[in-house]
C-alpha cells in the first residue's frame, strides 16, 4: 500500500509539473462598473508631474498633481481597498511579444521601478483609504495610465505616497 | 395479479449463490475498485482538509516581494519584525506582548541518527513568539525546544519517510551538519505544519549561516485587516515586503495544487470504468448461461420489467456488498494513512463525504454494469429463447 500510495504521489506531482507550466497568461481586467465620481476628475488636471520627478522634489503634505503608468509589481491593486501602485511612464514595462503573463510587474526593469514607483490611496474625509476596490471605482486596471492630483506622503527613507483627490484616467 | 407482481427477493439472492466462484470473483474484483476509488478520494479529501485547516483567516504573512508566491525562497532582514510591530498599530498584543513571530523557513535534507534514512525536511527556526500567532499548534509530549533542539509535527516521519521512532523524543537528527535532539513533540489540527521541524530561530540561523528570516507572522486585532499591512508594504517600497492574509496563502496552494485534484478525479472514473467492465463481465456471463430461464419467466407471465429488475437486484447486491466490504477496510485500514507530497505531508481522509462517494460509485458500477446484459437479454422473443441451449 505505501508503495502504491508513493506512485500515486509522484504521478500526481509529475502532472503539476506538466500542467502548471503550460498555463499562466493574465490579461488585466477591469470592472465595468460606473466610476465613482468623487474621485474622478473630468478633465486631465494641468502640470503633472512625472512618479521619478515627484519623488525627488515633492515634501510631505504639499499638493501635487503626478502622471503614472498603474503597475510596479504583480499585484499592483490593494484588494477591497482604494489603493494602488503607479510607475513613471518613462520606465518600461515588458512588451508584448516577450509572452510576458503579467507586463506591470515590470519584471524587466524591476531597478529601475524602485525609484519611479509611488502608491495611491483613495482617501476618505478622515484621510483613510477608502474600503472599496479601486479598480471598481475608477474603473481601472493594470497598466492604465492615470493623472492623480492629492497630497504627498513622504518618509525619511524617500517613499512617496499620494492621498488623491481625484484621478484621471487617460484614454 | 401475477402479471403485476415482482420476481421473489430469494430468486436474485439465489441466483447468485447458483455461481458461488463467479459471484465471489466479481465481489472481489469490485471490492478492490471500489478501495482504489476510496484511496484516491481519500487522498483528495486529506489535502483539501491540510490546506483547508492551515490558514488562520487573522494572521497575516509578510515575506519578500522577490519571492512571489514561494515563502521558502523569501529573505527578509532580521529587524522586519521589529519594525512591523513599531510601524502597525492593530497587531494583537496581550500583556505588553505583541503576536508577531520571526521565522526562518527552508526546506533541507535530514538525517535520523538511530537508522540513517535521510530525506527532504521542512525546517522552521522560531521564536517563543510563534504559539501566540500559530494558535493550531499543540505540544503533545516532551519539551519546547531548547539550544540545540527540535520539535517534531506528527508526520514528520512520514515526510522523511523513516520510521516513527527515528524522530521519538530523545533521538538525534542531522540538519545542515549540525547535530539535534528532539525536545518534543506536537499536532497542529491536521494543518500543513504537522510536517514540519521547528527549532529555535538563532540555532538555525546560526546553522544556515544566515542572519535574515524568511517570514513575519503576525496575529491581527479586530480593526486590521491584510489590505492594511499591504498598504504599510507598498507604502515602503524601500522594505521591498509583501503581504497576504495566511488563509489567502493556502487557498493560493488550493489553486496551485487544482490540477492534482483534477487528475486525481479523472483516476477515479477511470477506476470506476475498470469497475463497470468487471460488473458488465459477470453479468453477461450470467444472463447468457439463463437465456432460457428468462424467456420461461416472461411464458409463465412475469413482465419484461419484472425480470430487469431482478437482474439489477443481483448486480446490486454485489456492489453493495462490495462497497460495504471496501469501505469497512478503507475506514480501518486507509483512513489516518500519512501520504508524503512536495508540501510536506497528509492523511489520507476517509470522511462521511469519501464514504458517500466510494459506495454511491460502488452502487453505480452495480447498475450500470447489469443494466446491458438484461436488456439484451430480455429482446429476444420467447418463442426463440425457449429453444436456445
Request: include cysteine; charge should be neutral; charged fraction near 20%.
Amino acid at each position: 500500500m505505501k508503495t502504491s500510495l508513493g506512485t500515486l504521489g509522484v504521478l500526481l506531482a509529475v502532472a503539476v509539473t506538466a500542467w502548471g507550466c503550460g498555463s499562466g497568461d493574465k490579461t488585466p481586467t477591469a470592472t465595468s462598473s460606473v466610476p465613482d465620481s468623487r474621485f474622478t476628475a473630468t478633465s486631465e488636471p494641468a502640470e503633472a508631474q512625472p512618479v521619478g520627478s515627484a519623488r525627488e522634489s515633492a515634501e510631505d503634505a504639499q499638493d501635487i498633481v503626478v502622471v503614472g503608468r498603474i503597475g510596479g509589481s504583480s499585484k499592483p491593486f490593494v484588494d477591497g481597498v482604494g489603493a494602488f501602485t503607479i510607475v513613471d511612464s518613462k520606465v518600461a514595462f515588458c512588451p508584448e511579444e516577450e509572452g510576458c503573463p503579467t507586463p506591470w510587474d515590470y519584471c524587466c526593469s524591476q531597478n529601475e521601478v524602485k525609484e519611479n514607483i509611488a502608491l495611491v490611496k483613495l482617501v476618505d474625509a478622515e484621510g483613510k483609504p477608502v474600503t472599496q476596490d479601486a479598480r471598481e471605482l475608477l474603473n481601472i486596471k493594470e497598466l492604465s495610465m492615470v493623472v492623480v492630483q492629492g497630497k504627498a506622503q513622504r518618509d525619511a527613507e524617500g517613499n512617496l505616497a499620494i492621498q488623491a483627490d481625484q484621478v484621471f484616467v487617460k484614454p | 395479479m401475477m402479471r403485476r407482481r415482482l420476481l421473489p427477493w430469494e430468486y436474485g439472492v439465489r441466483n447468485l449463490m447458483r455461481r458461488p466462484t463467479r459471484s465471489a470473483l466479481t465481489l472481489s474484483a469490485l471490492s478492490v475498485v471500489i478501495l482504489l476509488i476510496f484511496v484516491v478520494v481519500g487522498f483528495i479529501r486529506g489535502l483539501e482538509k491540510s490546506l483547508a485547516v492551515s490558514g488562520d483567516s487573522s494572521v497575516v504573512l509578510v515575506y519578500s516581494l522577490g519571492a512571489e508566491e514561494n515563502i521558502e525562497n523569501s529573505a527578509v532582514a532580521a529587524r522586519t519584525a521589529s519594525l512591523l510591530t513599531a510601524s502597525l498599530e492593530g497587531i494583537q498584543n496581550r500583556f505588553g506582548v505583541p503576536h508577531v513571530s520571526p521565522e526562518l523557513y527552508f526546506g533541507t535534507r535530514v538525517q535520523t541518527a538511530s537508522s540513517g534514512t535521510s530525506g527532504l525536511g521542512l525546517v522552521r527556526g522560531v521564536t517563543q513568539a510563534a504559539p501566540l500567532v500559530r494558535r493550531s499548534v499543540r505540544l503533545v509530549a516532551g519539551t519546547w525546544p531548547g539550544p540545540g533542539e527540535v520539535m517534531v509535527g506528527k508526520l514528520v516521519a512520514a515526510k522523511l519517510g523513516c520510521d516513527p521512532q527515528d524522530v521519538q523524543i530523545g533521538q538525534e537528527i542531522t540538519i545542515e551538519k549540525k547535530t539535534w535532539r528532539v525536545s518534543g513533540q506536537f499536532e497542529a489540527g491536521g494543518s500543513a505544519y504537522e510536517s514540519e521541524i521547528w527549532c529555535r530561530l538563532p540555532d538555525f540561523q546560526q546553522a544556515l549561516k544566515r542572519q535574515d528570516i524568511s517570514l513575519v507572522a503576525m496575529l491581527m486585532g479586530p480593526r486590521m485587516s491584510a489590505a492594511d499591512v499591504t498598504i504599510f508594504c507598498k507604502e515602503r517600497t524601500d522594505l521591498e515586503l509583501q503581504a497576504v492574509a495566511e488563509t489567502d496563502y493556502y487557498q493560493s496552494l488550493q489553486q496551485h495544487y487544482k490540477p492534482v485534484r483534477m487528475l486525481a478525479w479523472l483516476v477515479v472514473l477511470l477506476v470506476a470504468g475498470a469497475g463497470v467492465f468487471a460488473g458488465l463481465n459477470m453479468m453477461y456471463g450470467s444472463v447468457a448461461g439463463r437465456i432460457r430461464e428468462i424467456a420461461t419467466l416472461q411464458a409463465i407471465g412475469y413482465r419484461r420489467r419484472a425480470i430487469l429488475v431482478s437482474i439489477l437486484q443481483e448486480g446490486m447486491l454485489l456492489s453493495a456488498a462490495a462497497s460495504l466490504l471496501a469501505g469497512t477496510v478503507a475506514l480501518l485500514v486507509l483512513n489516518g494513512i500519512a501520504v508524503r507530497f512536495t508540501m510536506g505531508a497528509f492523511t489520507l481522509r476517509i470522511d462521511g463525504m469519501s464514504l458517500l462517494i466510494g459506495c454511491g460509485v460502488g452502487l453505480l458500477l452495480g447498475i450500470v454494469g447489469a443494466l446491458p446484459p438484461a436488456i439484451k437479454a430480455l429482446r429476444l422473443p420467447v418463442a426463440e429463447s425457449l429453444k436456445a441451449i
